[in-house]
């Protein structure tokens, strides 16, 4: 989602292009009722990796601090992307499943309720 100034004049040098990332792209990802993480997190990734390896390689780094993280059951988890229900294809590539510089993913387990059932 881009973000559009609400002036005409703003000449402000755009940092964070996907230019910038030699090769790779940013994408924001949340575990929604997981109050442990105040704020998604922004990861930087290869466009070219596959989901499985988002989930086993990246999404650790980020989320495996939460007790509940290794009781995540895969096969019931949901996903949105930039806001629509997204059903991710394991062995298909970010970019090639529509994950583009700055997206948004959420990850949503009905089943985990957070610390202490917090999001309850």
Request: avoid cysteine; hydrophobic fraction near 40%.
């Amino acid at each position: 989602m881009p973000i559009q100034a609400y002036f005409d004049n703003y000449k402000g040098e755009v940092k964070d292009r996907v230019e910038n990332f030699h090769g790779n792209q940013l994408v924001y990802v949340n575990w929604d009722k997981h109050l442990l993480f105040s704020a998604p997190f922004t990861l930087m990734v290869a466009p070219s990796l596959t989901y499985a390896e988002f989930i086993k390689e990246v999404l650790p780094t980020a989320f495996n601090q939460h007790p509940q993280w290794s009781e995540v059951n895969w096969q019931t988890a949901s996903w949105l992307l930039d806001g629509r229900a997204f059903t991710p294809q394991m062995k298909v590539s970010l970019i090639d499943q529509g994950i583009n510089h700055k997206s948004f993913l959420r990850l949503q387990t009905p089943e985990l309720t957070g610390i202490a059932n917090a999001s309850v």
